[in-house]
């Protein structure tokens, strides 16, 4: 097995744990390499990617494998971590797992989007989480068009508007008043920000549908961004084309946690959400 490494440099505990883990797999004879800027060329030759970080690290790492399909395993050495599978002090148990082999693949859809601008693509792009379209501090409202297949869903006059995997679903677009959705389904969903509307409601459609959304008015600063990582402004008349990307990305599974434990542990989440049931 030949596994890549990749820390968040900037956290100086995720390099002590580069350290740690580097001498582990010395004493157990496992091939590996440290990356500390990854790019295709260097994700393409591992087996598996190790990511030493949040979900921000982790949410860079799986653009990247998912194109040539390798599968990442994250720490977290973050805040939420949510992506994440295990916490630091389960990395060294959860390696010995790994090493025998003990683990499942899960499997997560991705999104890419193509930003067209009179009439040409100017830029194209793959989201684990989400494509946001957004508003400047200072700037007013922004209003907006959606179509799924060419048909003419809504229109919203908000903040912006979040177009969301499952995965992305417990990011943003739930801050935004999204719904949660099971990470290993696949749709696509689309939430408005700060909407101007009582009717104004998230859809979600089909991830075989091609989602549309159409930029009808913009006077100042609105911005177009990937994962809440990268981002360029946008134009009045530019539109972004939303589809499911062909490629899903591949996450190690050992801890045997469901995703509604996730959301318990990471969210704190009440396990009832009505109230006290106890007789």
């Given at each position: 097995?030949?596994?890549?490494?990749?820390?968040?440099?900037?956290?100086?505990?995720?390099?002590?744990?580069?350290?740690?883990?580097?001498?582990?797999?010395?004493?157990?004879g496992?091939g590996?390499?440290?990356?500390?800027?990854?790019?295709?060329?260097?994700?393409?030759?591992f087996?598996?990617?190790?990511?030493?970080?949040?979900?921000?690290?982790?949410?860079?790492?799986?653009?990247?494998?998912?194109?040539?399909?390798?599968?990442?395993?994250?720490?977290?050495?973050?805040?939420?971590?949510?992506?994440?599978?295990?916490?630091?002090?389960?990395l060294?148990?959860?390696?010995?797992?790994?090493?025998?082999?003990?683990?499942?693949?899960?499997?997560?859809?991705?999104?890419?989007?193509?930003?067209?601008?009179?009439?040409e693509?100017?830029?194209?792009?793959?989201?684990l989480?989400?494509?946001v379209?957004?508003?400047?501090?200072?700037?007013r409202?922004?209003?907006?068009?959606?179509?799924?297949?060419?048909?003419?869903?809504?229109?919203?006059?908000?903040?912006?508007?979040?177009?969301?995997?499952?995965?992305?679903?417990?990011?943003?677009?739930?801050?935004?008043?999204?719904?949660?959705?099971?990470?290993?389904?696949?749709?696509?969903?689309?939430?408005?920000?700060?909407?101007?509307?009582?009717?104004?409601?998230?859809?979600v459609?089909?991830?075989?549908a091609?989602?549309?959304?159409h930029?009808?008015?913009?006077?100042?600063?609105?911005?177009?961004?990937?994962?809440?990582?990268?981002?360029?402004?946008?134009?009045?008349?530019?539109?972004?084309?939303?589809?499911?990307?062909?490629?899903?990305?591949?996450?190690?599974?050992?801890?045997?946690?469901?995703?509604?434990?996730?959301?318990?542990?990471r969210?704190?989440?009440?396990?009832?959400?009505?109230?006290?049931?106890?007789?």
């Amino acid at each position: 097995m030949n596994i890549g490494i990749i820390p968040h440099t900037g956290k100086p505990v995720a390099m002590d744990l580069t350290e740690e883990l580097v001498n582990f797999l010395d004493k157990r004879g496992v091939g590996y390499k440290v990356v500390t800027s990854p790019s295709l060329d260097n994700v393409s030759e591992f087996d598996i990617v190790i990511v030493l970080g949040g979900d921000g690290t982790l949410l860079n790492a799986a653009r990247l494998t998912s194109q040539v399909q390798v599968p990442v395993f994250g720490v977290n050495v973050g805040h939420l971590g949510f992506l994440t599978e295990v916490e630091t002090e389960g990395l060294f148990p959860a390696m010995e797992k790994l090493l025998a082999g003990e683990y499942s693949l899960e499997e997560r859809m991705l999104i890419t989007a193509s930003v067209n601008r009179s009439g040409e693509e100017i830029g194209r792009y793959v989201a684990l989480n989400d494509f946001v379209i957004t508003r400047g501090t200072f700037a007013r409202i922004i209003d907006l068009s959606i179509f799924v297949d060419e048909q003419h869903v809504t229109d919203y006059s908000a903040d912006g508007v979040i177009v969301s995997t499952p995965t992305g679903s417990t990011a943003y677009s739930l801050s935004a008043g999204g719904p949660i959705i099971e990470p290993l389904l696949e749709c696509v969903c689309i939430t408005p920000i700060c909407a101007h509307s009582l009717a104004a409601r998230s859809v979600v459609t089909s991830a075989e549908a091609e989602v549309s959304v159409h930029l009808n008015g913009v006077s100042e600063e609105v911005m177009f961004t990937i994962d809440g990582q990268h981002g360029f402004p946008l134009k009045t008349g530019d539109h972004v084309t939303i589809n499911k990307a062909a490629k899903p990305a591949a996450f190690v599974k050992l801890s045997g946690r469901g995703f509604f434990q996730v959301l318990h542990s990471r969210l704190s989440m009440p396990q009832t959400w009505g109230g006290n049931h106890e007789e």
